[in-house]
C-alpha cells in the first residue's frame, strides 16, 4: 500500500510538471531584483551624422552600418571617429533601389546584408578590412513572400508568409530552395493553416551563426525563439522555446481577407537578436501598448542562451535599446541606445 | 499515524503540482485571452484596424506593410 502511494504521488508529479515545462511564464523573463544592470558606454551620437530614425545595427571593425528608416537612403555607413557618411540603396519605387529594407544583418563575417521584401532582393555589401565594396543584389525565389533574410557564404536563410514551411533554404549558384519546418501552433488559436501562423509569426529577426551552422529567429510580438541547425541542405529544429504567446485576433479565411491584429495587451516580445559562435543574444521588450505605447522597442532586457537553448543570462540594462549587433573583434555588444538622444552604445559585458 | 502523515504529505505534493500547473496556465495568454472573442474582428473591410509604425509587418490583403495592427 505504501508503495503504492509513493508511485503515485510520484507519477502524478512527473506528469503535472512535464504539461508545463513547454511553456513558461512571462515572469521567467524579469531579472532578478537586486541584480546589477549591464553597464553601457555611449560611443557616438547618431546625430553628428544626420541620423535620426536608426533601425538596425551592425558593427565591424571600426564600421557601422545603420539602417534608417527615413532618409533618402536605406542604409548609411559611418566610421567611428569620422564624420563622413555613406548612403547605400537609394528609396525609390525603381528596379535595383528600395522604397523599404529590413533585416539588417551582419553576423557573416565581412558582409553586411538588407532585404527589400516588396521585391524579394537582398542586397549584400562587403567588406575589406575597414572599406565598404559596391553593394549588388541577389533575388530571391520569386512568387513567393519574403519577409526577413540572413546571408553565410553561398547560402541564404529566410522566413516569410511561405505555405510550404518556416524556413527557405536557397543557394543562389545553383538555384536549390528547400523549405523545412513548420510555424509555432497557438494554443488560444488550434488548427491554423499554414499561411495564417505565417501571418501570424511574420514579424521575425532571423539571424545565422558566425559558422553558418545553425541560426535563431526570434518572433517581435511573443516570446518565441527557435533555434534550427543547417546540416547539409537540410534545416533542423535544435530547440524551440516558448515564454509565451500573442494575444491576437484572427478573422478570415483566405489571404486576401485574413486580419491579424494583436491585442493591445500583448506584451511585445524578442526585438532583436545578435548571435555569436557560442551565445543567443535576446533584447526583450516586455511591454503592452496599453502599458507604453511610444516606447514599445525600447528594450532594457537582455536574454543569453547557448546554442542548445539554455538560458545562461537574464539582465536588465542600464538604458534603453532598441537593436543590437555583435562585434566579434570585440567580443561584445554594440547597440541603439537611448540617452534620450539615439546612440551607439558599447555593452559592458 | 505514519501512514496517515505519509498519505498527507502525499496529498500536498500533488495539491502543489496541481496549484503549480494552474498558476502557469493562468499567467499564460491562453488563459488571459479566452475572454477575447476572434470573430469581433470579421467586421469587413471598414473594421477600423489601422497598421502603426512599428518593428515588424502587418499583412494587409496579403501584402507586408511595415507596422503592427492592434485591436482592444
Request: proline share 2%.
Given at each position: 500500500m505504501k508503495h503504492k502511494i509513493y508511485f503515485f504521488t510520484i507519477a502524478t508529479a512527473i506528469i503535472l510538471f512535464s504539461c508545463t515545462s513547454s511553456e513558461q511564464p512571462v515572469e521567467a523573463l524579469r531579472p532578478e531584483e537586486g541584480q546589477e544592470a549591464i553597464k553601457m558606454e555611449v560611443?557616438?551620437?547618431?546625430e553628428q551624422w544626420g541620423i535620426n530614425n536608426p533601425r538596425g545595427i551592425v558593427k565591424s571593425n571600426h564600421s557601422v552600418a545603420v539602417a534608417n528608416r527615413?532618409?533618402?537612403?536605406n542604409i548609411s555607413l559611418v566610421k567611428l571617429g569620422d564624420f563622413t557618411r555613406t548612403d547605400r540603396i537609394?528609396?525609390?519605387?525603381?528596379?535595383?533601389?528600395?522604397l523599404h529594407t529590413n533585416?539588417?544583418?551582419?553576423?557573416?563575417?565581412h558582409e553586411i546584408t538588407a532585404l527589400n521584401f516588396q521585391s524579394g532582393q537582398l542586397y549584400v555589401t562587403p567588406q575589406t578590412g575597414n572599406e565598404w565594396r559596391g553593394t549588388y543584389c541577389i533575388q530571391l525565389p520569386e512568387g513567393v513572400q519574403h519577409l526577413t533574410a540572413a546571408k553565410s557564404g553561398k547560402r541564404i536563410v529566410a522566413t516569410g508568409l511561405?505555405?510550404?514551411?518556416?524556413y527557405l533554404l536557397y543557394s543562389p549558384e545553383d538555384g536549390s530552395t528547400g523549405y523545412f519546418l513548420s510555424y509555432p501552433e497557438h494554443p488560444d488559436h488550434p488548427g491554423l493553416d499554414e499561411y495564417t501562423k505565417s501571418a501570424l509569426y511574420a514579424s521575425s529577426v532571423l539571424r545565422i551563426r558566425p559558422d553558418g551552422q545553425a541560426f535563431a529567429c526570434s518572433d517581435m510580438r511573443s516570446g518565441l525563439l527557435d533555434i534550427c541547425r543547417i546540416e547539409g541542405d537540410k534545416i533542423e529544429r535544435i530547440q524551440q522555446l516558448c515564454f509565451y504567446y500573442p494575444q491576437v485576433h484572427i478573422s478570415g479565411n483566405s489571404p486576401k481577407n485574413l486580419k491579424i491584429a494583436y491585442d493591445k495587451n500583448t506584451i511585445h516580445g524578442f526585438m532583436d537578436v545578435a548571435v555569436s559562435n557560442e551565445r543567443i543574444y535576446v533584447l526583450y521588450s516586455g511591454k503592452s501598448k496599453k502599458q507604453d505605447r511610444y516606447n514599445?522597442?525600447?528594450?532594457?532586457t537582455l536574454i543569453t542562451f547557448d546554442w542548445a537553448g539554455n538560458q545562461t543570462d537574464l539582465r536588465s540594462l542600464e538604458m534603453p535599446v532598441s537593436n543590437i549587433c555583435y562585434d566579434a573583434e570585440e567580443n561584445t555588444l554594440y547597440g541603439i541606445g537611448y540617452t534620450p538622444e539615439a546612440a551607439i552604445v558599447k555593452f559592458i559585458l | 499515524m505514519k501512514k496517515n502523515i505519509r498519505k498527507i504529505i502525499s496529498l500536498v505534493v500533488i495539491i502543489v503540482c496541481g496549484i503549480t500547473l494552474y498558476y502557469t496556465n493562468f499567467t499564460n495568454s491562453s488563459a488571459i485571452s479566452s475572454?477575447?472573442?476572434?470573430?469581433?474582428?470579421?467586421?469587413?473591410?471598414?473594421?477600423?484596424l489601422t497598421c502603426e509604425d512599428a518593428p515588424g509587418f502587418c499583412i494587409i490583403d496579403g501584402l507586408p506593410v511595415n507596422g503592427v495592427t492592434y485591436k482592444e
Open positions: 560611443v557616438a551620437s547618431f527615413t532618409s533618402h537612403h537609394t528609396r525609390s519605387r525603381h528596379n535595383g533601389q528600395a533585416a539588417l544583418d551582419g553576423s557573416a563575417s511561405y505555405e510550404q514551411g518556416r514599445l522597442t525600447h528594450c532594457q | 475572454f477575447i472573442n476572434p470573430e469581433a474582428l470579421a467586421g469587413g473591410e471598414n473594421s477600423g
